[in-house]
């Protein structure tokens, strides 16, 4: 059924409905996808709609009904097919052709007014061909937790998926990792788009090299457009993606986040993040913190993400080298550290208050703030809040002002690391105009926000919702991460 001939119902005036869905990914063909049907729910309770995305696809939040996502994003009323995207992967460092859509589907594509084709993914919307022995379902508390890591990472800079919406379905669910029975859910994920690197690495493995081509036309027309009439566009596309990921991953770890599952089925081909598991943001600075239980060798630990990104750009030049030549390939992914680096080193000197820092100073602070945050073990997110905090003037007169009226950090004679960081970071002010005080303090505060969602954090909004199904903290919690308190 096309959307014109959709009946004349209440539905109809549905505003999600009447969007112009794209069948971009669906004018591949089947060799990419399966029809799907979504699971039938026993109940449809909205926990979250998403209002702040609605004019990226043109709708007033005011017209739009809680019955309408529902209708939409529960019910899954709508005209297009729903397809079970193909993909495999390298999962821990081993090849894994058992992979694809096990419990969502892309809903729809939409053109957003902004000219982006976005995603409509579900995840937790019932079984699929890829499912094995799942249940295709999402835990209410694995939905909680991945539209609260959208949200803090989005505000965070962090060029990120967001949830649209988020809905209680009234299963039991069984899980070894929750308290079970537990309750389930249905999120579905606005997204750049859901096609991964181990889209690619399943052509691969099937001998599918027309089938690379094909996608990688796809992939270049929607989401690298600027490249589309260049002569060498293929080269030009790795290595605009290789700087993508490396900016993604720098924008990471100066959040202080570890993603905790970075499978190249995980892995998007637009360098956008997506996909929060067992994600953590860390609580302190730990190279080796590891955030999911699973990963007993640490393979996916805070500092090993740069390095795991670039891995895994490198696996993907294995589908890649049938299209782009190799010596092409080896040059993107050179570019790789210095694009990491020179982003990081960006995002952690805003951080500290500064826009801008000459060379050699920037070098210097970064790795003395990284010793004095390793050393000390203060809050990772703690230490830059109470820059921001007890930011002063008075700060320019004497090292031993900076930070002192805050109890996180040692004490002046306590820690020569800490009296470095100071005396550094005092030459620097001194550097600056008196006048400049008020923009530094202002970058302090603009970067480092109160609000961290660190697991104590969740785990506080979660208990009140599994206790008492009070929800209000997690929706005074959103606020407070969307307004960047
Ligand atoms: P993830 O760890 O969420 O990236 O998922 C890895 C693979 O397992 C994907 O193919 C998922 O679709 C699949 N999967 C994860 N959980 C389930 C589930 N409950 N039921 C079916 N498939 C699942
Ligand atoms: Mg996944």
Redesign the pocket.
């Known amino acids: 059924m096309t959307l014109a001939e959709t009946p004349n119902t209440e539905d109809s005036l549905n505003p999600f409905l009447t969007l112009n869905y794209e069948a971009a990914l669906a004018s591949l063909g089947d060799d990419y996808y399966d029809e799907v049907k979504a699971a039938e729910f026993p109940q449809h309770i909205l926990r979250w709609r998403n209002d702040s995305l609605l004019p990226k696809l043109g709708l007033n939040p005011q017209v739009v009904k809680d019955e309408d996502f529902i209708n939409t994003f529960g019910k899954f009323q709508g005209s297009q097919p729903c397809l079970a995207l193909r993909?495999h992967?390298y999962?821990f460092g081993e090849y894994?052709p058992?992979?694809?859509?096990?419990?969502?589907f892309l809903y729809g594509q939409i053109r957003g007014t902004d000219g982006e084709l976005y995603d409509f993914g579900t995840?937790?919307s019932g079984?699929?061909p890829?499912?094995?022995?799942?249940?295709?379902?999402?835990t209410l508390k694995g939905g909680v937790r991945e539209v609260l890591a959208a949200e803090a990472l989005h505000q965070l800079g962090v060029r990120t998926s967001r949830c649209l919406s988020m809905m209680e379905t009234g299963l039991s669910?069984w899980r070894g990792d929750e308290p079970s029975p537990t309750r389930s859910s249905v999120m579905v994920r606005m997204s750049s788009s859901h096609i991964r690197f181990g889209t690619f690495e399943r052509l691969y493995f099937l001998q599918r090299p027309d089938l690379i081509q094909k996608l990688l036309d796809h992939v270049i027309e929607h989401y690298y457009p600027h490249l589309a009439h260049e002569p060498d566009k293929y080269a030009l596309f790795y290595a605009e993606l290789v700087q993508r990921v490396a900016k993604l991953v720098a924008q990471w770890m100066a959040a202080g986040f570890c993603h905790a599952?970075l499978?190249t089925?995980?892995m998007s081909i637009t360098g956008e993040s997506f996909?929060y598991?067992p994600y953590a943001f860390i609580p302190t600075y730990d190279p080796y913190f590891t955030a999911a239980y699973f990963d007993y060798y640490k393979r996916y630990c805070y500092a090993h993400q740069p390095g795991i990104c670039q891995l895994n750009l490198e696996m993907l030049q294995q589908p890649l080298k049938a299209i782009i030549p190799q010596t092409a390939l080896e040059a993107g992914l050179a570019q790789f550290s210095d694009y990491y680096s020179a982003e990081y080193q960006t995002l952690m000197l805003k951080k500290l208050g500064f826009e801008q820092l000459s060379f050699p100073e920037a070098d210097e602070l970064l790795s003395l703030t990284i010793k004095v945050l390793q050393d000390s073990q203060v809050g990772y997110h703690q230490f830059f809040y109470e820059m921001a905090r007890t930011f002063s003037v008075k700060w320019r007169d004497e090292p031993g002002c900076i930070l002192n009226s805050s109890d996180c950090v040692p004490a002046s004679g306590a820690s020569a690391i800490f009296d470095n960081w100071c005396i550094l970071y005092h030459k620097i002010l001194n550097n600056f105009d008196p006048d400049d005080m008020g923009r530094i303090a202002q970058t302090l505060a603009h970067y480092n926000p109160q609000t961290v969602l660190l697991r104590p954090v969740i785990e506080s909004i979660w208990e009140p919702i599994a206790q008492e199904d009070n929800w209000q903290p997690f929706y005074e919690l959103i606020k407070k991460l969307q307004s960047r308190d």
């Open positions: 993909y992967g999962q894994n058992q992979l694809g859509d096990g419990r969502g995840k937790g079984r699929t890829y499912s094995r022995g799942g249940d295709g379902m999402l669910l599952v499978n089925d995980n996909d598991g």
